[in-house]
């Protein structure tokens, strides 16, 4: 998946999601779910156990299940490399990130670094990221995208952080290029159940409300 690939696919479901749990009985079935109920983006998170099994496990089965598995939570460049080797499409950070951002150019991926304020923007445009991360987005809400326009025009910006089917389109008329979704479409409890009609009828829900 080149950068240009990754911006498309969201700016066309205009979501991303991400997932957290205490376990995941499988990854590919989990995929399936999401991207039956329209969301095709799904982050992995190294903060779930076996996280790159996980991503080998939804990486294996892309053509069965039809999403794009990426990986996030990446901290350090081993990570990056272990998580590319697992076959992760694409890498998300917390924060400002360059030794990520570093093995992710170099592999010719996409990658989104987390940023608050406009001069970590400015870093992380600069560093090459495809997408900047805003987290946390509920702290300032969807106004402050909207400002960020001013000095970057054009800017693609995924909003994370305390985003539901109440708020996300307002995120997104503000200008957002898609937004993440996190507990309230894949509930850590449902993915570790795995309750994947639950998870899908989230997904759709969630994809309803943005239109």
């Known amino acids: 998946m080149t950068p240009e690939e990754f911006i498309r696919q969201l700016e066309t479901d205009r979501t991303l999601a991400v997932v957290r749990a205490p376990g995941i009985p499988d990854a590919a079935e989990l995929c399936h779910a999401l991207a039956t109920g329209g969301i095709r983006s799904v982050e992995l998170t190294f903060t779930t156990p076996d996280a790159l099994a996980h991503v080998r496990r939804a990486a294996d089965t892309a053509a069965e299940h039809g999403a794009a598995i ?50 970590e923007v400015a870093q992380a445009l600069d560093l090459g990221s495809a997408a900047v991360k805003i987290f946390p987005a509920r702290q300032l809400g969807p106004v402050y995208l909207k400002d960020l326009q001013g000095p970057y025009p054009g800017i693609k910006l995924l909003p994370s952080g305390g985003i539901d089917a109440s708020n996300a389109k307002g995120y997104l008329d503000a200008g957002a290029a898609a937004v993440c979704c996190g507990t309230s479409v894949v509930p850590p409890a449902a993915v570790a159940a795995g309750d994947w009609t639950d998870i899908s009828a989230r997904a759709a829900a969630f994809t309803g409300a943005l239109k």
Do not use: H, N, W, Y
């Open 70 to 119: 990426g990986i996030g939570t990446v901290l350090t460049a081993d990570q990056a490399k272990a998580a590319i080797d697992a076959g992760a499409k694409f890498l998300v950070t917390p924060g400002l990130r360059p030794e990520v951002a570093e093995v992710a150019v170099k592999a010719g991926i996409p990658f989104s670094l987390g940023a608050m304020t406009p001069t």
